[in-house]
């Protein structure tokens, strides 16, 4: 409970507003669910980064990649990125959905997925595996 | 006045898309962080969590809306490859950048970022989406789930920042006409 007390400048009104307490029911889920959502989200990035150090390195990796000509092997490395995240999200949401395991495995997990596709992503890393 | 077809993709991509989902960040982290049942009341805490599941959601959708459309509809304007004998490369703005000396880097360094870390963002966003429109308002009480939440959601906005910043960078040296 909470009492706010307004008081005008020349003291002439004062005004009270009284907030009265208040229950809010929250049912608490395992987290599961969310580490399969941001683990996915890990396997996602790290696709990325390996399919662009591959396209990179390699001139097959890079001509299968390219599935618009338009767009280039980008279009490869994009989708496939993003079938990846969503084929890890359906694997692992019914694996941990009524689960709850280890918030630092999760995160330690997830966190390095990121990290890998934001290294992988990178052009001064991945031009160190450029093919002649 | 008039904006091209390019000019007009190229700004909704840029400025409208992605400049709504960086400039929605702000609200999204302040909504997450002030997500504390000893600040605000019951109601507050509800009125939050509405808004807060329409804004990150809103945040996903815009995310994915601004890499698809960078992806598929600007650059390949960008990356296109001039007719043999083009001396005028101003249409051709990655040939632009290659040829110009002293620009180089715009593209391959500039450019080879942005187009891919850009589509971390989307990713990373729709599972902060997932969290918040699953969970509602546990985030309240759950303290690392809020924690967790947030820092992806800084991830997530890394991603897009680099990639908005380099483009508006890149813009600015190689306009896409």
Same mark, same amino acid.
């Given at each position: 409970?909470?009492?706010?007390? @307004?008081?005008?400048? %020349?003291?002439q009104?004062?005004d009270e ?7 809010l029911?929250i @049912?608490e889920?395992?987290?599961g669910?969310a ?7 890990g ?7 390996i ?6 390195a390699?001139?097959? @990796? ?8 338009d767009? %280039?092997p980008?279009?490869g490395?994009?989708l496939?990125?993003?079938?990846g995240?969503l084929v890890?999200w359906?694997v ?5 959905w009524?689960r709850s395991i280890s ?7 997830? %966190? ?6 934001? @290294?992988g ?12 | 006045?008039e ?9 909704? +991509? ?6 709504l989902f960086?400039?929605a ?8 962080w ?11 805490l ?23 459309t960078?992806t598929?509809?600007v ?36 450019m080879?970022?942005?187009? +891919?870390?850009?589509w971390?963002a ?5 599972a ?7 969970y509602?308002n546990?985030l ?12 992806l959601?800084?991830v997530a906005?890394?991603?897009a920042?680099i990639a908005?910043?380099?483009?508006a ?6 306009p896409l006409?």
């Amino acid at each position: 409970m909470a009492t706010i007390r @307004v008081s005008r400048e %020349g003291g002439q009104m004062i005004d009270e507003i009284e907030w009265k307490a208040e229950e809010l029911d929250i @049912v608490e889920r395992p987290n599961g669910p969310a580490m399969a959502a941001i683990i996915a989200a890990g396997i996602g990035a790290l696709i990325l980064g390996i399919l662009t150090t591959l396209n990179e390195a390699s001139t097959d @990796v890079h001509d299968f990649l390219e599935i618009d000509k338009d767009v %280039g092997p980008l279009s490869g490395k994009t989708l496939f990125a993003v079938i990846g995240y969503l084929v890890a999200w359906a694997v692992l949401a019914p694996l941990l959905w009524r689960r709850s395991i280890s918030w630092n495995t999760g995160l330690i997990i997830t %966190g390095l997925l990121l990290v890998g596709g934001f @290294v992988g992503t990178f052009p001064k890393f991945f031009e160190l595996f450029a093919s002649e | 006045m008039e904006l091209s077809n390019r000019e007009t993709w190229a700004t909704l +991509h840029g400025m409208v898309f992605g400049a709504l989902f960086l400039l929605a960040f702000a609200g999204g982290v302040a909504g997450l962080w002030s997500l504390r049942p000893e600040w605000v009341t019951v109601n507050g805490l509800q009125e939050r969590m509405t808004r807060l599941r329409l804004g990150v959601t809103t945040m996903a959708i815009v995310a994915w809306v601004t890499v698809i459309t960078g992806t598929w509809i600007v650059y390949p304007w960008y990356r296109a490859k001039p007719p043999s004998g083009t001396t005028d490369l101003t249409e051709y703005p990655r040939s632009f950048l290659l040829e110009t000396p002293g620009k180089e880097d715009w593209h391959e360094f500039g450019m080879e970022w942005k187009e +891919h870390v850009a589509w971390i963002a989307p990713i990373v966003a729709t599972a902060v989406a997932f969290v918040v429109v699953y969970y509602g308002n546990q985030l309240i009480v759950d303290k690392r789930l809020r924690y967790t939440a947030m820092a992806l959601f800084v991830v997530a906005f890394a991603a897009a920042g680099i990639a908005g910043l380099l483009g508006a960078f890149i813009t600015k040296a190689a306009p896409l006409q």
